[in-house]
């Protein structure tokens, strides 16, 4: 480990992690006031038809990843890009999209036994994840190395986490990639990587504010804004390309084309482009929706 560093949350972080601390106990939903159910939205009749007559859909989320997903102070109110492309698709399908929180390796388990029939938790599309569920792509994101300022340059690669101690997000693709880099340092005559998995970002960040890991390895654009957030942290240029997708049960292609649809009208009218600029993160926009594009 390094040598302990005081740093302090800016007064806009802590506002964003202490809620999302305090509903990362349960499976909480939020509370809806602007209902969007309208038979005669765009897209309503492209909907499976045993959605079309509901009023609401409830979508599994992680709702402690900033910009993505996150409380508002109130701890009930969802904000974030996610939320703001979901209030677009709202419109255009014509019902209501409402948030529930739960731990972030509980989604996938929740779409396969049918109580979610979608997510949406900036989730990486691979070809692991595609086994169990389907993507529709909506994001360009990668994987990279947060770190203290100091250490910028000492960690901002995979490669470069041989002999440290790295966090990591239970049930991220950076759980598997820290493994096999591990392998890769031990042959080549390297100290291996020591893993500590923490539920939830808040957690692995405060983790390294502490100095019980050496970085945090997270998808890269979360990560930016966390820094952007935090006094004395550093994101690292993405080691790993790879999409965030809309997360479906595995074959529910009628939704998965509605949803599609949706996204396509969003990119046409601005919307889409607008969710990302509010939090800056435009670079990760893209001009097409494929389904399980992760691994084409």
Not at 260 to 275: I, M, T, W
Request: proline share 4%.
């Amino acid at each position: 480990m390094t040598r302990p560093r005081h740093l302090t949350l800016s007064a806009a972080a802590l506002a964003l992690a202490l809620p999302a601390l305090l509903s990362a106990c349960g499976g909480s939903s939020e509370a809806d006031d602007k209902p969007s159910f309208d038979k005669a939205a765009p897209l309503h009749s492209a909907l499976p038809k045993d959605l079309q007559d509901k009023k609401s859909i409830t979508i599994a989320s992680n709702v402690e990843y900033p910009p993505f997903e996150f409380y508002d102070t109130d701890n009930k109110t969802v904000l974030g890009i996610d939320r703001e492309i979901a209030d677009g698709l709202e419109k255009q399908l014509g019902i209501d999209i409402e948030f529930e929180n739960i731990a972030f390796d509980a989604i996938i388990p929740g779409l396969v036994s049918g109580r979610y029939e979608m997510a949406m938790s900036a989730m990486t599309d691979n070809k692991e994840r595609q086994k169990e569920v389907d993507f529709v792509d909506y994001f360009a994101a990668g994987a990279g190395v947060l770190a203290h300022e100091a250490d910028a340059e000492k960690y901002a690669t995979l490669e470069d986490m041989c002999g440290t101690t790295v966090g990591i997000v239970k049930g991220t693709t950076e759980v598997a990639q820290a493994e096999e880099q591990s392998k890769k340092c031990e042959a080549a005559g390297d100290d291996k990587i020591e893993s500590i998995v923490f539920p939830g970002q808040n957690q692995v960040i405060l983790a390294l504010q502490n100095d019980r890991v050496d970085a945090v390895l997270m998808d890269s654009a979360p990560g930016a804004y966390a820094a952007s957030q935090t006094e004395g942290l550093v994101m690292s240029k993405p080691y790993e390309s790879q999409p965030f997708g809309i997360v479906f049960a595995k074959g529910s292609t009628e939704l998965q084309k509605a949803v599609q649809q949706a996204l396509e009208a969003l990119l046409k009218d601005g919307d889409y482009l607008k969710a990302l600029e509010k939090y800056g993160l435009e670079s990760g926009a893209v001009d097409a929706f494929p389904v399980n594009g992760g691994t084409q």
